[in-house]
């Protein structure tokens, strides 16, 4: 049998055929400019789903947010551990990123518990009370979208940005769809499409190309 055992040349071979089948589908598909072209890209290698050309959407200056709360050494939070194993620690460690994931957290499980609300909720008030700035990648939970948006109308959390791509059925599209129509840099996957492979896999392209 032959075929391809290189890892470096596994990648660069699918990204070449993402473009191949880009320019055959749709020819007239243009990227909006060359960074927002690698995180599609990179989307689309980690879920071979083209639907990302046309539902990831990037409001106000959010990738430049991205990369100057990563270059200042800020945090990191995600909402399941999932996405947080899928993000190129190494990379992030270099600027001195600290990168948490609290849903597992004995104190968000107490909090869920007395007051009811979620774990990826609870998480998201632990992460408020971390200096710094704070960078959110959530790939699974519509209630942590809805509880971050929350905090900031209430002056109760500061956000650089959100990568919010929930996946599933109960409030993931309506939570994204809020997350764009809020005043928080974002970027988002519109519809019920995400997950915490897509979430990690915008982060990595962002890291990548700095």
Do not use: W
Not at 115 to 133: D, H, K, N, Y
Request: aromatic share 8%.
């Amino acid at each position: 049998m032959n075929y391809i055992k290189n890892p470096k040349a596994i990648e660069e071979k699918s990204f070449e055929m993402i473009q191949e089948i880009i320019t055959e589908t749709e020819p007239d598909y243009r990227f909006r400019n060359r960074d927002e072209e690698l995180i599609i890209k990179r989307v689309i290698h980690t879920s071979a789903d083209f639907e990302y050309l046309h539902t990831l959407v990037f409001k106000d200056d959010v990738i430049d947010r991205i990369r100057k709360t990563i270059r200042e050494g800020g945090h990191i939070f995600t909402d399941t551990n999932m996405a947080l194993s899928g993000i190129n620690k190494r990379a992030l460690q270099q600027y001195g990123c600290t990168y948490n994931c609290f849903v597992n957290d004995d104190r968000a499980a107490a909090i869920a518990k007395e007051t009811g609300i979620t774990r990826s909720m609870a998480a998201i008030q632990l992460a408020a009370q971390q200096e710094g700035p704070k960078l959110f990648v959530l790939g699974n939970a519509p209630t942590a979208a809805y509880k971050i948006m929350e905090m900031v109308e209430a002056g109760e959390l500061e956000v650089e940005a959100v990568i919010g791509v929930p996946v599933g059925f109960v409030g993931a599209a309506e939570s994204k769809e809020d997350l764009l129509q809020s005043g928080i840099p974002a970027i988002v996957a519109r519809g019920r499409k995400g997950g915490s492979n897509v979430a990690a896999a915008i982060v990595n392209a962002i890291l990548y190309s700095m």
